[in-house]
């Protein structure tokens, strides 16, 4: 099951943003500190910029390639 992170709909006593553990269908239950309503934080995803980085790329060895016009390519 994904691991989900919360906040606050409104200002409330808790400030922090809690992690849940729901099903894709369960629906977003209430704060287990105040029963305030909670709705889902947008997270942080894998750190996929770093990874796909044209120096990175290279680096591994693959070939990186630029659009230059319509269907044609240029080797990076």
Known sequence: M???????ETQSECPEPLE???GLKEP???????G???????AGGARTRDILSVSNMKDKGFSV????????????
Not at 36 to 42: A, D, E, M, Q
Request: aromatic share 8%; with cysteine; proline share 14%.
């Open 20 to 22: 849940l553990i729901l």
């Open 65 to 76: 390639l630029k659009r230059r016009d319509k269907g044609a390519y240029e080797k990076l």
């Open 28 to 34: 977003i239950p209430p704060c287990p500190r105040c």
């Open 2 to 8: 994904p691991i989900y992170l919360f906040r606050h």
């Open 36 to 42: 305030g309503t909670l709705v889902k934080v947008p």
